[in-house]
T-cell receptor, first 111, second 115 residues
Framework: SQQGEEDPQALSIQEGENATMNCSYK?????LQWYRQNSGRGLVHLIL?????REKHSGRLRVTLDTSKKSSSLLITASRAADTASYFC???????????FGSGTRLLVRP | DAGVIQSPRHEVTEMGQEVTLRCKPI?????LFWYRQTMMRGLELLIY????????DSGMPEDRFSAKMPNASFSTLKIQPSEPRDSAVYFC?????????????FGPGTRLLVL
C-alpha cells in the first residue's frame, strides 16, 4: 500500500529558484521523513519531522507538517544543479518500523 | 563507516535461475530492511529484521522469495526461480532502533535484470 503521494510528479526549475514538493498520506503517523535519490543511487535521508512538530529546518531545507490535512511539504531554497534528484516522503505504519514511501517527485534544476 | 554494502551491484540472469543478493548493514544497527524499486510500483518494503529475526515479511511477493539473516552483519535475499517480472532495483537499508521510527541508511542497491 502506498501511504504517501507526492505532488508534483515532476518539477523543472532554474538554478537559484525555490522548489516546493508536497506529500499527502492517509493514516495517522508518528513521523514523516523526506529522502533524496540521485539517479542510480540509494536513498539518502534528508530530514525527519515528528507528528507533534509543525515545521523543521535543515540548511536550505524547510519541512512543514499539517496532521489535520495529512500533508507535508518540502521546500528547497536557492536551488542548485546538484539538487537534481527524486525526492520521496516516507511515513511509518502502525507505529512500526515499516516505512511506506510515496511515488516521489523528480526535480530538475537547470543551470 | 563504510555504510550499507550490497553485492552484486548488477546482476543479469536468465529466467528460472536462482539469484542471491547480499547485504552488510552498518555495524551496530539492529534493524535491516529489504526494498524493491520499480517504475510501476515504486519503492516497496519486502521484509525487515530486528536482531536477525524476521519481523514482517508481508511484502514478500511470493514463495519464490526468501530472506535470511544468519548474523548481525549479513543478510541475503534469494529468488528461486527468478522471473522477468522480478527485474528491479533491490535495496537494503539498516537502522538502529531507539523506540520509534528512525532514519534508515540505504545501500547503493542491486540492479537485477531477469531475461
Amino acid at each position: 500500500s502506498q501511504q504517501g503521494e507526492e505532488d508534483p510528479q515532476a518539477l523543472s526549475i532554474q538554478e537559484g529558484e525555490n522548489a516546493t514538493m508536497n506529500c499527502s498520506y492517509k493514516t495517522s503517523i508518528n513521523n514523516l521523513q523526506w529522502y533524496r535519490q540521485n539517479s542510480g543511487r540509494g536513498l539518502v535521508h534528508l530530514i525527519l519531522i515528528r507528528s507533534n512538530e509543525r515545521e523543521k529546518h535543515s540548511g536550505r531545507l524547510r519541512v512543514t507538517l499539517d496532521t489535520s490535512k495529512k500533508s507535508s511539504s518540502l521546500l528547497i531554497t536557492a536551488s542548485r544543479a546538484a539538487d537534481t534528484a527524486s525526492y520521496f516522503c516516507a511515513t511509518d505504519e502502525d507505529s512500526s518500523y515499516k516505512l511506506i514511501f510515496g511515488s516521489g517527485t523528480r526535480l530538475l534544476v537547470r543551470p | 563507516d563504510a555504510g550499507v554494502i550490497q553485492s552484486p551491484r548488477h546482476e543479469v540472469t536468465e529466467m528460472g535461475q536462482e539469484v542471491t543478493l547480499r547485504c552488510k548493514p552498518i555495524s551496530g544497527h539492529d534493524y535491516l530492511f529489504w526494498y524493491r524499486q520499480t517504475m510501476m510500483r515504486g519503492l516497496e518494503l519486502l521484509i525487515y529484521f530486528n536482531n536477525n529475526v524476521p519481523i514482517d515479511d508481508s511484502g514478500m511477493p511470493e514463495d519464490r522469495f526468501s530472506a535470511k539473516m544468519p548474523n548481525a552483519s549479513f543478510s541475503t535475499l534469494k529468488i528461486q526461480p527468478s522471473e522477468p517480472r522480478d527485474s528491479a532495483v533491490y535495496f537494503c537499508a539498516s537502522t538502529h532502533g531507539t523506540g520509534g521510527l528512525e532514519t534508515q541508511y540505504f545501500g547503493p542497491g542491486t540492479r537485477l535484470l531477469v531475461l
